[in-house]
């Protein structure tokens, strides 16, 4: 009888400290699911564990997040909030709005962000004053990833125009090679079409027409000759691009099924993580026609609120995400660069120590921009609007000129 009893409180006991272990884990949400992604989350979870503190992970694949998104939407009505979740821009404002946000003013002062996080990023980092998210990257969309060799084999400079990228495609196309290598889903052809508008009005008509959501410069003729642009781009992606993953884009470039890939620089995690290497195996340079600007999204983290307390695992993570070395290991897997001003490019390769020189120019001389489509331009609703057009005309629902009217509509309903 004896040995039950104390088998019983044995167990009791091992559920107890299961039970306080439990306690002293994050539970995370993210959508981080891809190999680069993995690898890079590998260092987080791993500096965590470090301090002793345990991860839960909760991933939702699906690039972009939007899955993600919509399973916090769930979880917090549900009442059952993660402890943090990755999120972009002006999904943390919402959310702050909401009350939902842990206080992170504590960790901030006593780590010194104030002084060392980008303006550009503290706009939503912070909510009236308070800092609500820890941004972990700057990452940006106006990237072309391209596999050196099948450049070589077709003696393709780096293209800096547009015409230049067009002969480029052109090229390629007649010595049978795919030019661009597109995931079919509407973040991505979004995506995309962010760089274009930046490529074919400049800056001052990307923030007219997509951050001021400025009616005339949506519906002008420049917005129809950027959809005239992305329909050339369209004619020269495969058969098969429809809902492919970005990652599985990226790798038809990694193994010269194709030749370019324009996506973020979440795209050269991938080319990392399969132990490429710059200006040997591939190429990282601007989208043509936006080489002084930085169209960024960062990837931040917010702490849902425990019942009006800051955990000390919430502290810590947030601690953890924002410490210089830990910015300089996750960056140099993830394909991003730091969201502190104070990380030497040290340990980066030449696309990464770029991406950070990028950074640091464009912010000095006001070319950096928002992603609309990475959720930095406008909120969710007009980010949502955006992507409905931009994919039906990439699908061949309508010319471009339908798409030019169609897209003045669609965003000044979702206001
Ligand atoms: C972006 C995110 C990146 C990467 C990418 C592809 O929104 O900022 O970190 O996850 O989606 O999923």
């Given at each position: 009888m004896k040995l039950i009893k104390q088998l019983k409180l044995s167990a009791a006991a091992l559920a107890l400290s299961a039970t306080a272990a439990a306690a002293a884990d994050v539970e995370v949400l993210h959508w981080w699911t891809s190999g680069g992604e993995a690898a890079a989350l590998n260092v987080l979870k791993n500096d965590l564990e470090g301090q002793g503190i345990g991860w839960m992970d909760m991933p939702v694949a699906g690039g972009g997040g939007e899955a993600a998104m919509t399973v916090l939407r769930a979880r917090v009505t549900s009442?059952?909030?993660?402890?943090a979740v990755q999120m972009l821009g002006f999904d943390i404002t919402d959310w702050a709005k909401e009350g939902a946000l842990a206080n992170l003013n504590d960790a901030a002062a006593a780590n010194g962000w104030d002084a060392v996080v980008p303006e550009a990023l503290q706009k939503f980092s912070k909510y009236e004053g308070n800092w609500v998210a820890a941004p972990v990257n700057v990452h940006s969309v106006n990237w072309v990833w391209a596999n050196k060799k099948v450049f070589d084999d077709n003696n393709i400079?780096?293209?800096?125009?547009w015409e230049e990228f067009e002969a480029a495609m052109a090229t390629l196309k007649a010595a049978g090679v795919t030019p661009i290598a597109q995931g079919g889903q509407p973040w991505q052809e979004a995506t995309l079409f962010d760089s274009v508008v930046m490529a074919t009005g400049g800056p001052d008509f990307y923030q007219k027409a997509l951050?001021?959501?400025?009616p005339e410069a949506l519906g002008s003729d420049t917005m129809k000759q950027a959809f005239d642009r992305l329909g050339e781009i369209r004619a020269n992606v495969?058969?098969?691009?429809?809902?492919?993953d970005w990652n599985l884009a990226t790798a038809m470039v990694i193994n010269g099924e194709a030749a370019m890939q324009i996506m973020g620089d979440w795209a050269k995690g991938e080319f990392v993580a399969a132990g490429k290497v710059p200006d040997e195996d591939f190429l990282c340079f601007r989208f043509p026609g936006t080489q002084d600007q930085v169209m960024f999204n960062a990837d931040q983290f917010a702490m849902f609120d425990q019942g009006g307390v800051v955990s000390p695992e919430q502290a810590a993570l947030a601690t953890a995400i924002m410490s210089p070395t830990f910015q300089s290991a996750f960056n140099v897997v993830k394909g991003s660069v730091p969201?502190?001003?104070?990380?030497?490019?040290?340990?980066?390769d030449a696309c990464g120590k770029k991406g950070i020189a990028d950074l640091a120019a464009s912010s000095s001389s006001g070319n950096l921009f928002g992603s609309l489509a990475q959720g930095y331009g406008a909120p969710a609703s007009i980010k949502n609007a955006y992507y409905d057009v931009v994919t039906a005309f990439f699908n061949g629902s309508f010319d471009s000129q339908t798409a030019t009217e169609e897209l003045v509509t669609a965003i000044e309903i979702a206001q």
């Open positions: 009442g059952n909030a993660p402890t400079a780096v293209p800096t125009t951050i001021d959501l400025d495969d058969d098969n691009f429809s809902g492919r969201a502190r001003t104070d990380v030497p490019d040290t340990d980066f």
